[in-house]
């Protein structure tokens, strides 16, 4: 028996299980040590000019923290109270006048019905003011729901957060140690490793710009154009059209254009006409100019993958999967890119 080979085959047998009980134990804090990673790789280049001015790593690490507390969670801690807010004020408003929905329901039927083109239609209207009710219904009570369990998960909301704080400081401070013990550890190589770390950091990076910015744009645009059109809860709507913004070729339109065709067949045509003309013309037009500048050149994907890794990651990680379906699918490619260097150095040798 070859005791050499048995035993180096119980130590990797040990290294794998003991490599998946710790990977195990950090699963309750994935999405932290995710969101953590990729704000220290954000915000790296700053700290390394504050420790080149300062040297000093723990005033550049807590400095730097500082501004990305000011930068970004300042800013979406203030529009999540005020979702929290307007979405209780237009939850309590549609229940108190649910006969409202009815009604709307009973003019749109009768718009279709008596309309000249569509006479030979028959359409049963208690049919559909059921139906309508019941997904105005449905909608309610979810967020009802997702109101209800946000307030009760709000502890743990607290305790992960306060743990992706703590993490971050440490990536940011020695976020380029652990990277390059890690690099060490990987038989990758040191030019496939960089090349991996450039592809999750400009995948990061592309991915975050482009939703703060095309987002932003539409998400502002279309909350002012709603409010104008006199459309209750312009402000949550903004910011679902921020949200819906990260979607690739869709968007925000999947908000705006079942409104103004709301607004045509309740009869407010000037409204429905200034939501479709704004939404047209220029809410899809910051959509198709800034997104392949800001995101699709820098991530070198076709946008179909991006489509694709996007949706992918939301149904699969939820919200933060608008970032993790993307980065998944650039570190994909820079695999295959790889493997087919390689390849084509092999052959060349033989």
Same mark, same amino acid.
């Given at each position: 028996?070859?005791?050499?080979?048995?035993?180096?085959?119980?130590?990797?047998?040990?290294?794998?299980?003991?490599?998946?009980?710790?990977?195990?134990?950090?699963?309750?804090?994935?999405?932290?040590?995710?969101?953590?990673?990729?704000?220290?790789?954000?915000?790296?280049?700053?700290?390394?000019?504050?420790?080149?001015?300062?040297?000093?790593?723990?005033?550049?690490?807590?400095?730097?923290?500082?501004?990305?507390?000011?930068?970004?969670?300042?800013?979406?801690?203030?529009?999540?109270?005020?979702?929290?807010?307007?979405?209780?004020?237009?939850?309590?408003?549609?229940?108190?006048?649910?006969?409202?929905?009815?009604?709307?329901?009973?003019?749109?039927?009768?718009?279709?019905?008596?309309?000249?083109?569509?006479?030979?239609?028959?359409?049963?209207?208690?049919?559909?003011?059921?139906?309508?009710?019941?997904?105005?219904?449905?909608?309610?009570?979810?967020?009802?729901?997702?109101?209800?369990?946000?307030?009760?998960?709000?502890?743990?909301?607290?305790?992960?957060?306060?743990?992706?704080?703590?993490?971050?400081?440490?990536?940011?401070?020695?976020?380029?140690?652990?990277?390059?013990?890690?690099?060490?550890?990987?038989?990758?190589?040191?030019?496939?490793?960089?090349?991996?770390?450039?592809?999750?950091?400009?995948?990061?990076?592309?991915?975050?710009?482009?939703?703060?910015?095309?987002?932003?744009?539409?998400?502002?645009?279309?909350?002012?154009?709603?409010? $104008?059109? +006199? @459309?209750? *809860?312009?402000? !949550?709507?903004? #910011?679902?059209?921020? %949200? =819906?913004?990260?979607?690739?070729?869709?968007?925000?339109?999947?908000?705006?254009?079942?409104?103004?065709?709301?607004?045509?067949?309740?009869?407010?045509?000037?409204?429905?006409?200034?939501?479709?003309?704004?939404?047209?013309?220029?809410?899809?037009?910051?959509?198709?100019?800034?997104?392949?500048?800001?995101?699709?050149?820098?991530?070198?994907?076709?946008?179909?993958?991006?489509?694709?890794?996007?949706?992918?990651?939301?149904? $699969?990680? +939820? @919200?933060? *999967?608008?970032? !993790?379906?993307? #980065?998944?699918?650039? %570190? =994909?490619?820079?695999?295959?890119?790889?493997?087919?260097?390689?390849?084509?150095?092999?052959?060349?040798?033989?």
């Amino acid at each position: 028996m070859d005791f050499s080979k048995i035993r180096n085959y119980l130590f990797l047998g040990l290294l794998f299980i003991v490599t998946i009980i710790f990977l195990l134990l950090l699963k309750p804090f994935a999405y932290p040590l995710f969101w953590a990673a990729v704000i220290a790789g954000l915000f790296y280049p700053l700290y390394r000019r504050l420790n080149a001015w300062f040297k000093h790593e723990n005033l550049s690490a807590i400095i730097t923290l500082s501004a990305v507390i000011v930068i970004i969670i300042v800013p979406l801690a203030i529009i999540v109270t005020l979702l929290i807010k307007e979405s209780l004020i237009l939850y309590g408003t549609i229940s108190n006048n649910s006969d409202q929905l009815g009604n709307t329901i009973h003019q749109i039927t009768n718009f279709i019905k008596h309309n000249s083109y569509n006479k030979q239609l028959r359409i049963d209207e208690d049919f559909w003011v059921q139906k309508f009710s019941e997904i105005g219904q449905t909608v309610l009570n979810y967020i009802f729901t997702f109101l209800k369990d946000f307030t009760q998960n709000s502890l743990t909301f607290i305790v992960l957060f306060v743990v992706m704080l703590y993490t971050l400081f440490f990536f940011i401070r020695d976020g380029e140690k652990m990277l390059k013990k890690l690099l060490y550890l990987s038989p990758l190589g040191d030019r496939y490793e960089i090349m991996l770390y450039k592809k999750f950091t400009a995948a990061a990076s592309a991915i975050i710009k482009g939703t703060i910015i095309i987002g932003g744009l539409q998400g502002m645009i279309g909350g002012v154009v709603f409010a $104008l059109s +006199g @459309i209750q *809860g312009a402000l !949550i709507w903004g #910011i679902i059209m921020t %949200l =819906f913004s990260v979607i690739p070729g869709v968007g925000s339109s999947i908000i705006w254009l079942p409104a103004a065709l709301m607004m045509f067949l309740t009869g407010r045509i000037w409204q429905g006409t200034m939501i479709l003309v704004v939404g047209t013309l220029i809410i899809s037009t910051v959509d198709n100019l800034l997104r392949p500048l800001l995101v699709g050149k820098r991530l070198e994907m076709h946008p179909l993958f991006i489509l694709f890794s996007t949706l992918g990651g939301i149904i $699969l990680f +939820g @919200i933060s *999967g608008f970032m !993790i379906g993307p #980065i998944m699918a650039a %570190l =994909f490619l820079a695999f295959w890119e790889m493997y087919e260097e390689y390849y084509r150095n092999e052959l060349s040798h033989n």
